[in-house]
T-cell receptor, first 112, second 107 residues
Framework: NAGVTQTPKFQVLKTGQSMTLQCAQD?????MYWYRQDPGMGLRLIYY???????DKGEVPNGYNVSRLNKREFSLRLESAAPSQTSVYFC???????????FGPGTRLTVT | QKEVEQNSGPLSVPEGAIASLNCTYS??????FFWYRQYSGKSPELIMS????GDKEDGRFTAQLNKASQYVSLLIRDSQPSDSATYLC???????FGAGTRLTVKP
């Protein structure tokens, strides 16, 4: 039982490049979330999926898109990376929306 | 704007003491509150959830909620060096996290 997994663990991009961060959970949770964490700013919600087939914007959605591929998988895409998107990205899931969340190990992204 | 505020610390306590971590929030409609612990370079892990006014105890941890005053706190009894981490308060009305309080427990 792996919980929440994320790939890749580390990534370096040049400005303007695109990439997709992958997230999967094996806890049969309905809701999934993407956060970014910057020093001194805590976790900020980028997008979430309350249930399979739905996605909604969070606090900081600009520059990102998401896809809820199925109940297990929720991906985050950066279409044209910018240095301001340098951050640590966490995926999380919960049984129902707003309930206790369980986090993946994170992806450390640097955009140069 | 809805806010979750925590004292960033660092908070330093001696081993065996009680560590007290506080969090205030601005949205009176908030119903669910969580405390997470995050070790340096790791992901947040859930410690406690609390939904009703009053205290909730789990081992050495006690969460306290006062909705009228809009604060939630976490007490860690018999603090251990292994408790040294950043503690994040989360208010799950609109998925807002505080910036975290860094706790250091000195042997």
């Amino acid at each position: 039982n792996a919980g929440v997994t994320q790939t890749p663990k580390f990534q370096v991009l040049k400005t303007g490049q695109s990439m997709t961060l992958q997230c999967a959970q094996d806890m049969n949770h309905n809701s999934m979330y993407w956060y970014r964490q910057d020093p001194g700013m805590g976790l900020r919600l980028i997008y979430y999926s309350a249930s399979e087939g739905t996605t909604d914007k969070g606090e900081v959605p600009n520059g990102y898109n998401v896809s809820r591929l199925n109940k297990r998988e929720f991906s985050l895409r950066l279409e044209s990376a910018a240095p301001s998107q340098t951050s640590v990205y966490f995926c999380a899931s919960s049984e129902v929306f707003g309930d206790e969340q369980y986090f993946g190990p994170g992806t450390r992204l640097t955009v140069t | 704007q809805k806010e979750v505020e925590q004292n960033s610390g660092p908070l330093s306590v001696p081993e065996g003491a009680i560590a007290s971590l506080n969090c205030t929030y601005s949205d009176r409609g908030s119903q669910s509150f969580f405390w997470y612990r995050q070790y340096s370079g790791k992901s947040p892990e859930l410690i406690m959830s609390i939904y009703s006014n009053g205290d909730k105890e789990d081992g050495r941890f006690t969460a306290q909620l006062n909705k009228a005053s809009q604060y939630v706190s976490l007490l860690i009894r018999d603090s251990q060096p292994s408790d040294s981490a950043t503690y994040l308060c989360a208010v799950i009305f609109d998925m807002r996290f505080g910036a975290g309080t860094r706790l250091t427990v000195k042997p």
